[in-house]
């Protein structure tokens, strides 16, 4: 099911709302390979790869796929 950026991030324990919002807005974070800048944009956990900085996240709380 889609999900805000902001909220998978956070859920993931790499950030919270806000700061995952400031991310996101410095074009740290890529979606199936393309930049986000754009607040609010969504993603499915289950299918999609988002990535912070290029580099691997752990997951503490969501199903989700990081590069």
Same mark, same amino acid.
């Given at each position: 099911m889609p999900t805000?950026?902001?909220?998978?991030l956070a859920a993931a324990g790499i950030a919270s709302r806000r700061k995952a919002e400031e991310i996101i807005a410095a074009?740290? &974070? /890529?979606?199936? !390979?393309?930049? &986000? /800048?754009?607040? !609010?944009?969504?993603?499915?956990?289950?299918?999609?790869?988002?990535?912070?900085?290029?580099?691997?996240?752990?997951t503490r709380n969501v199903s989700s796929i990081f590069c």
């Open positions: 805000r950026l902001q909220k998978i074009g740290r &974070v /890529t979606l199936n !390979g393309q930049i &986000v /800048t754009e607040q !609010g944009t969504k993603a499915d956990p289950l299918t999609d790869t988002i990535c912070v900085d290029g580099s691997p996240s752990t």
